[in-house]
């Protein structure tokens, strides 16, 4: 059974990089067609793509992200992670890491970032 | 980019009712590119129906998708309690994902 598991730190001061990893277990990152991928959700709000890395290594960001967004693998550890940079309160939010190809079918149990000074 | 638009915002049915959420979109959708998505407080989402209209694993009958173009629907039969959540839909494109905002069932 695959899962995904976030880590990182839970406070982030504003204008600062956020950065978390996403580890995965029982599955390996390279060896099938799919994406993985970062998903947030502002306390009391909706779901927001961030953007995914392709097992192949190509990314691909949500456009209002995209200029503060990296998405990256490492695939000697079975981990990706995410760097959003300039971090404002608005940033706030679960992050979750993914698995996906059309449809998300593997979800990790999502981290809470603080942006806060 | 496509835009993705829930209706309604909440949902008040009573445990053995029917529920019908919407799920429109501002461009046509591929109907094998549409997710919906159930999501309870602390949890993570868990996906409920790919392809528009096809139930995931494990998800019980009760449980329905539909729809083509712009307009995709899902069917809760007959609510049971543990169905009271919020649902997503999605939309994939382009290696892009994009999410409707989404509509809470609550309980009346």
């Known amino acids: 059974q695959l899962q995904l598991q976030e880590s990182g730190p839970g406070l982030v001061k504003p204008s600062e990089t956020l950065s978390l990893t996403c580890t995965v277990s029982?599955?390996?990152?390279?060896?099938?067609?799919?994406?993985w991928g970062w998903i947030r959700q502002p306390p009391g709000k909706g779901l927001e793509w961030i953007g995914s890395?392709?097992?192949?290594?190509?990314?691909y960001y949500n456009p209002s992200l995209k200029s503060r967004v990296t998405i990256s693998v490492d695939t000697s550890k079975n981990q990706f992670s995410l760097k959003l940079s300039s971090v404002t309160a608005a940033d706030t939010a679960v992050y979750y890491c993914?698995?996906?190809?059309?449809?998300?079918?593997?979800w990790g149990q999502g981290t809470l970032v603080t942006v806060s000074s | 980019e496509i835009v993705l638009t829930q209706s309604p915002g909440t949902l008040s049915l009573s445990p053995g009712e029917r529920a019908t959420l919407s799920c429109r979109a501002s461009?046509?959708?591929?109907?094998?590119?549409l997710a919906w998505y159930q999501q309870k407080p602390g949890q993570a989402p868990r996906l409920l129906i790919y392809g528009a209209s096809s139930r995931a694993t494990g998800i019980p009958d009760r449980f329905s998708g539909s729809g083509s173009g712009t307009d995709f629907t899902l069917t809760i039969s007959r609510l049971e309690p543990e169905d009271f959540a919020v649902y997503y839909c999605?939309?994939?494109?382009?290696?892009?994902?994009?999410f409707g905002g989404g509509t809470k069932v609550e309980i009346k």
């Open positions: 029982g599955g390996s990152i390279s060896s099938s067609s799919y994406y």
């Open positions: 999605q939309q994939y494109g382009s290696s892009f994902l994009t």
């Open positions: 993914a698995r996906h190809g059309v449809e998300i079918d593997y």
């Open positions: 461009q046509s959708v591929s109907s094998s590119y």
């Open positions: 890395i392709y097992y192949s290594g190509s990314t």
